[in-house]
């Protein structure tokens, strides 16, 4: 029966010249980078307490993870549900076994444990530095910060992760994206900007010193338009790390609550790649500011998907997620999140794009408009269905059924 609903789907999509076997490979190929902080609101594992940097996880649904192997225990859970092969996202306050030992003084030895967990599951690993939530970042200035100790620590604490992010690339043989976001900025109207700029300049020059083989760590930095309390100014802008990326060869990450609200990532991708080999992401949904809710299967998620798509761009753009929401389960936002993630691409796989293209240049923008429009009732589901069956994880929401029961036996008895 279902198989037949497949048949269906696909030589309905035939019809358009779209082949869906090869929609279904494109889609198992592709590793999204899903952020191990939606399991416990960002918290970490230091104890240090209250999420700052102008960040903030909302809501208080009982069961987040409180240490690593709750974390991994229900990580666990939402990779059986999840189709495909992926990498996971750490951040340096994930560090285990590590109780007392300062940012700037981690290593390798403290992230053993996830590359363990990454190998037996075939999982990829991701790092960022982590410059928040910390005394040394009490008043939102890390790498820009005009006295000198403190962006010292940051220093060291970036070329550490490095480190981190170079050893787990070796290890898993699956290329590490080490991410610098920091939150620095101000308040209200700053009386220098190109100060703390040209003091961020410096302290990346110093972080990114080092030349590690690519193979093994890709580094990127992430820009913001503003931050809850750093509402004025925010040293770390667009223009400030297209700009450094560009010139010292590092991948810019692009993340989609981080721009003016009608501005679009999607449009800035096809761009960026004219000029970049690669480009990261931080797939995400902003409501009115930089909120983070859980990833939907919305337009502008649909529209970033087709962009890497039609720019032939699978394997030129690491995909990750960046959201935290406190007000749901946390295993079904992170479900909920990659599934939708990959319906989009699943659906941008099943668009004739050439012949979309060739419309446009035709300027035959009717019959663009109305193929594109009738496109969207096309029977996608049925092909996801498939791709699920055949990655061996529920179709439709039957996982959450799954996932209520774990948050019966497992999760409210946490707190
Ligand atoms: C913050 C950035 C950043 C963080 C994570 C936790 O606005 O988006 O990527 O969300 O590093
Ligand atoms: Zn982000």
Not at 34 to 44: L, R
Request: glycine share 6%.
């Amino acid at each position: 029966m279902s198989n037949q609903s497949y048949q269906y789907a696909s030589s309905t999509y035939k019809k358009v010249g779209v082949d869906t076997e090869a929609a279904l490979e494109a889609l198992s190929k592709v590793r999204i980078s899903i952020h191990c902080w939606q399991g416990d609101d960002v918290s970490g594992f230091e104890g240090s307490g209250d999420l700052s940097g102008g960040i903030a996880a909302t809501g208080n649904h009982p069961g987040k993870a409180r240490d690593a192997q709750e974390l991994m225990a229900d990580f666990d859970l939402a990779l059986s549900l999840i189709p495909g092969k992926h990498k996971l996202n750490l951040h340096a306050i994930y560090a285990i076994d590590a109780q007392g030992v300062p940012r700037d003084k981690l290593e390798p030895k403290h992230f053993e444990k996830w590359v363990e967990y990454a190998k037996e599951r075939g999982l990829g690993l991701d790092i960022n530095p982590t410059l928040f939530s910390h005394p040394m970042a009490a008043d939102s200035l890390t790498l820009s910060h005009p006295d000198k100790t403190v962006r010292d620590f940051w220093i060291d604490h970036c070329i550490a992760m490095r480190k981190v992010g170079e050893y787990f690339g070796r290890e898993l043989g699956i290329t590490c994206l080490n991410n610098v976001w920091i939150p620095d900025g101000y308040k209200d109207v700053p009386a220098d900007r190109i100060g703390p700029r040209a003091r961020l300049k410096d302290s990346l020059d110093k972080i990114f010193a080092e030349k590690i083989d690519k193979k093994y760590l890709l580094d990127s930095v992430e820009s913001k338009v503003f931050g809850l309390g750093l509402e004025s100014f925010t040293v770390g802008s667009h223009e400030f790390y297209l700009n450094y990326a560009a010139k010292n060869d590092l991948l810019c990450l692009l993340d989609n609550g981080h721009y003016h609200p009608t501005e679009l990532v999607s449009d800035k991708i096809p761009s960026m790649l004219l000029f970049a080999d690669n480009l990261a992401l931080h797939v995400t949904r902003g409501v009115r500011w930089d909120s983070d809710h859980v990833v939907l299967l919305d337009d502008e998620t649909k529209e970033i998907a087709k962009e890497i798509v039609r720019c032939h761009a699978l394997d030129k753009v690491l995909i990750g997620l960046d959201y935290f929401d406190a007000s749901i389960n946390r295993i079904a936002a992170w479900v909920t999140g990659v599934r939708n993630m990959q319906k989009a691409l699943l659906q941008a796989l099943l668009m004739p794009h050439d012949r979309l293209k060739d419309l446009q240049d035709k300027q035959d923008f009717t019959r663009l408009m109305v193929e594109n429009e009738e496109l969207k009732t096309y029977p996608l589901g049925y092909v996801w269905e498939e791709f699920c069956k055949r990655h061996g994880v529920p179709v439709r929401d039957k996982w959450l059924d799954i996932v209520e029961e774990y948050e019966k036996d497992y999760q409210l008895n946490r707190d």
